[in-house]
Structure formats: structure tokens, C-alpha cells
């Protein structure tokens, strides 16, 4: 069945640098979602991609959707300590069901 | 704002007994969602449901039932608990679309 895979699966990032974090999917997505959950707390919608090459921005982080959409990325400039928490992409799969990747795990050090 | 609520934060049970959670959505969204959340494993989908009384499986439905009587409420049922289903189970529901929104989730410990 059609799988999102994210890397890395964890992250430690020095406050004030940047750091991307990967989505690829094994089949063409008609659209991709990010989530972000905060530890302790629960996923939370921050942006869907529909286009080919697609590029988003929402202040400080940058959404890419791949040419071939099988692939984006999240990238995130100047960290700060309320960027902590899991990133997930998810990529449709039919019958309104998403497919989640494992997640990207940042820890943010002060 | 859409409001999905789950009936409970944390829940110790224990085995065997049968436990329920509850979740309702106060935006008559079409589907809801049952996942349950481990360490290293993500999001997996345990049951959805597109309409009232209609239901399918997700990717692992054993040792769970759900129920859906009215749009607005989504229950899962673990008919036996195990120590392995031990785990945080988040609910969420959409419209329609591809957006999810989620519940608080459930921390469900089985001793």
C-alpha cells in the first residue's frame, strides 16, 4: 500500500538554526499535509500542498511540494524553543483516510 | 473552531475488562477516525467511519470495535483489553476533505 516515509525521525537543533525535515511517498499524492503535535499534546493541521512544486510560507517555516509530488519538505529557519515537538507529513489513501509518516522528533537546545 | 472531544485524558484499566472511549465532534463532519499513537510507530489507523452506522477497518482493527449511532459521536470498543493495547488513542474528524482535526487524545494504560 502506498507508504510516507520521513527523515530523520529526530532532530536536536541549536536555538536560532535552521534544519529541513523530508517526506517522500512510494506513489504520486494528489496533495500532502503537515501536522506538528507539541509534546504532550495532540496533531495539529499546519498546511496542505496541492501543486507541483508548490511553495508555502507561514513566517518562519517553508513548505515544498516536489515537482514529481512524491516528495516535500519543511524547512525552518532561526529555531526557537517553541518549534519542539513531532512533524508529520500525510499523504492521501483513499476513502478519506490519510497515510501518517512516523514523524520528525525535534528537540530544540536552548 | 472545530471541537473534537475525547471523554478522558487518562484511563487505567485492566485486562480483560471491556473498555470504551468516546469522542464527539460539534461540527457535523462526515468522518471520524480512530488512531492509536506508539513510540516509533506513528499514527495508525484502528477504524473509520464516512457516515452514521457505517464503519471500515483500518490498518489494525484486532481487538477493536467501533461504534457510530449519531453523526456527531465516534466510540471505540477494545471488547477484551491486553497490556498491548496499552497506548495514546487519538480521535479525529473532517468534513470531507483531507484536513483532520484531532481530539486531545487518551492516554489508556492496561494493567
Known amino acids: 500500500g502506498q507508504q510516507v516515509m520521513q527523515i530523520p525521525q529526530y532532530q536536536h537543533v541549536q536555538e536560532g538554526e535552521d534544519f529541513t525535515t523530508y517526506c517522500n511517498s512510494s506513489t504520486t499524492l494528489s496533495n500532502i499535509q503537515w501536522y506538528k503535535q507539541r509534546p504532550g499534546g495532540h496533531p495539529v493541521f499546519l498546511i496542505q500542498l496541492v501543486k507541483s512544486g508548490e511553495v508555502k510560507k507561514q513566517k518562519r517555516l517553508t513548505f515544498q511540494f516536489g515537482e514529481a509530488k512524491k516528495n516535500s519538505s519543511l524547512h525552518i529557519t532561526a529555531t526557537q524553543t517553541t518549534d519542539v515537538g513531532t512533524y508529520f507529513c500525510a499523504g492521501p489513501r483513499g476513502n478519506n483516510r490519510l497515510a501518517f509518516g512516523k514523524g520528525n522528533q525535534v528537540v530544540v537546545i536552548p | 473552531d472545530v471541537k473534537v472531544t475525547q471523554s478522558s485524558r487518562y484511563l487505567v484499566k485492566r485486562t480483560g475488562e471491556k473498555v470504551f472511549l468516546e469522542c464527539v465532534q460539534d461540527m457535523d463532519h462526515e468522518n471520524m477516525f480512530w488512531y492509536r499513537q506508539d513510540p516509533g510507530l506513528g499514527l495508525r489507523l484502528i477504524y473509520f467511519s464516512y457516515d452514521v452506522k457505517m464503519k471500515e477497518k483500518g490498518d489494525i482493527p484486532e481487538g477493536y470495535s467501533v461504534s457510530r449511532e449519531k453523526k456527531e459521536r465516534f466510540s471505540l470498543i477494545l471488547e477484551s483489553a491486553s497490556t498491548n493495547q496499552t497506548s495514546m488513542y487519538l480521535c479525529?474528524?473532517?468534513?470531507?476533505?483531507?484536513?483532520?482535526?484531532f481530539g486531545d487524545g487518551t492516554r489508556l494504560s492496561i494493567l
Open positions: 479525529a474528524s473532517t468534513p470531507g476533505g483531507w484536513t483532520q482535526h
